[in-house]
DNA sequence: TGCTAAACGGAGACAGTCTCCGTATTGTCG
DNA sequence: CGACAATACGGAGACTGTCTCCGTTTAGCA
C-alpha cells in the first residue's frame, strides 16, 4: 500500500474510533471523512461498507476482549460465581459503544457478516468458560454457546436500546446464569 | 375530526399497516403517504412522529394480544408447560413485524414512548400469568414482569435480525424458563 | 527528472425526513 | 342558499446521510 494511503487510512480509523464512541455505531460517514480530513471517497475505497469499518475500529478491542477473558477463566469462586462474572464482562464489552450489542450479536451465526471474524474471539471465549464449567458437570450440556451468547446478547440489547443502567441487568443475567446451572441454587 | 380528515387518517393507516408487514418499521414515510394517496404533510399532520403511526397500526393487533393472552391463561399442563407456553405466544405476538421485538421490548419501562399504552396489554398480561404461577409458589419471586418481557424480548430481538426461525428460539426460552421456576427440573 | 500506476476528494445523484405555506374543502350560521 | 371562518390538504423544497464517478494529484520507481 503506498504511504499516503495508508497515512489516510489509519486517520479514518482513528478518526472513526472516537466518532463511533460519542454517537454509536449509525455516525455519519461522511462527517467521519470530512473530520478526518479526506473525502468521502476515500473513506469508501478504503471501507466499502460501514461494518467494514467497524471491523477495523474494533482491532484494539479484540486485544482487550482476550485479556478479558484470561481474567474470568482465572476468577476465584463457585461455578455461579464464575459464570455470573464472565456474563457481566461480557455485556460489558460488548456494550462499549452504543449499538455495539445488537451489532456483534446479530453478526454471531453469520457466515457472511465482515465483523464476524472479531466475533469468533468473544465465542470462542465464551466457549471456553462454559467447557470449563461442563467438566465440572455445573452446567447442563444441551445448550450451546451460540445460544448462551444470543441468550446474554439479548439482554445486553435491550439494556443498551433502553440506556439501562449496567447493574440493572445483573438480576437479568441471573436468571439466565440459574436456567443454565444444573446443580440446586 | 373533519369528514375528509378522518378519511384520509384511515387510509394512512390502513396502507401503513400492509407496508410494515412488507417492509418493517423503517419503510419511508413519504412513500406509505404517497400509497394512501395524500401528501407527506398530511401523513406528519395526523402523526407527528414514526412511533405515533406505529401505535395507531396496532391497535387491531392488541385485540389479537387479549385474545392470545386469555388462551394462554387457560393452558394446560404443569407451570413449566405454561411459562414456556406464554413465552412462545410472547414472541410470536411481538415478532409479527420485522423490527417489532426491538421496538416493543425498547418501550417497555419507558413512560413517555408513544406506543407504551400498547405495551402495557402485552405487560399486564405477563403479568397475569406469572402472578397465577407465583401464586403456587411455582416461580421466584425476586424477578419482575418487566425484566421477563425483557429476557424473552431480548431473545426475540435477536432472533428477529438474525432471521432465525422461530422454533429455534424454543431452546433459551427453555433456560429462562428453567431460572425462572423453583422446583428442581 | 519524468513517467505511470495508485490514490485522492469533491461534486452531485439519489433517498429519506420533515416543514412551511398557498390552496382547497368542510360545515356552520345568517 | 351562500358566504365565511376554520380546518385540512399537499407538494415544493430544505436538510441530512449514503455512495459513486471521474478529473486531478501524488508517490515511488527507473
Same mark, same amino acid.
Given at each position: 500500500m503506498r504511504a499516503d494511503a495508508q497515512r489516510n487510512r489509519d486517520r479514518i480509523v482513528?478518526?472513526?474510533?472516537?466518532?463511533? #464512541?460519542?454517537?454509536?455505531?449509525?455516525? !455519519?460517514?461522511?462527517l467521519i471523512a470530512k473530520q478526518a480530513g479526506v473525502g468521502p471517497g476515500t473513506l469508501y475505497r478504503h471501507f466499502p461498507t460501514r461494518d467494514d469499518l467497524i471491523d477495523a475500529v474494533m482491532q484494539a478491542w479484540v486485544d482487550h476482549v482476550e485479556e478479558t477473558t484470561e481474567k474470568a477463566l482465572a476468577?476465584?469462586?463457585?461455578? #455461579?460465581?464464575? =459464570?455470573?462474572?464472565?456474563?457481566?464482562?461480557?455485556? #460489558?464489552l460488548i456494550s462499549v459503544h452504543k449499538g455495539g450489542p445488537a451489532k456483534i450479536t446479530g453478526a454471531m451465526g453469520d457466515d457472511s457478516s465482515p465483523i464476524r471474524s472479531k466475533c469468533e474471539v468473544l465465542q470462542s471465549a465464551g466457549g471456553r468458560v462454559l467447557d470449563d464449567l461442563r467438566a465440572?458437570?455445573?452446567?447442563?450440556?444441551?445448550?450451546?454457546? =451460540?445460544?448462551v451468547a444470543r441468550l446474554v446478547g439479548g439482554?445486553?440489547?435491550? &439494556?443498551? !436500546? !433502553?440506556? =439501562?443502567?449496567?447493574?440493572?441487568? #445483573?438480576?437479568?443475567?441471573?436468571?439466565? &446464569?440459574?436456567?443454565?446451572?444444573?446443580?440446586?441454587r
Amino acid at each position: 500500500m503506498r504511504a499516503d494511503a495508508q497515512r489516510n487510512r489509519d486517520r479514518i480509523v482513528e478518526t472513526a474510533r472516537q466518532v463511533f #464512541r460519542e454517537q454509536g455505531y449509525d455516525a !455519519s460517514l461522511d462527517l467521519i471523512a470530512k473530520q478526518a480530513g479526506v473525502g468521502p471517497g476515500t473513506l469508501y475505497r478504503h471501507f466499502p461498507t460501514r461494518d467494514d469499518l467497524i471491523d477495523a475500529v474494533m482491532q484494539a478491542w479484540v486485544d482487550h476482549v482476550e485479556e478479558t477473558t484470561e481474567k474470568a477463566l482465572a476468577h476465584e469462586g463457585g461455578p #455461579r460465581e464464575r =459464570l455470573l462474572h464472565w456474563f457481566e464482562e461480557y455485556v #460489558r464489552l460488548i456494550s462499549v459503544h452504543k449499538g455495539g450489542p445488537a451489532k456483534i450479536t446479530g453478526a454471531m451465526g453469520d457466515d457472511s457478516s465482515p465483523i464476524r471474524s472479531k466475533c469468533e474471539v468473544l465465542q470462542s471465549a465464551g466457549g471456553r468458560v462454559l467447557d470449563d464449567l461442563r467438566a465440572e458437570g455445573a452446567v447442563r450440556d444441551d445448550v450451546t454457546p =451460540l445460544q448462551v451468547a444470543r441468550l446474554v446478547g439479548g439482554v445486553a440489547t435491550i &439494556a443498551d !436500546s !433502553s440506556d =439501562l443502567e449496567v447493574g440493572t441487568v #445483573r438480576p437479568m443475567l441471573e436468571v439466565i &446464569a440459574d436456567g443454565l446451572l444444573t446443580d440446586p441454587r
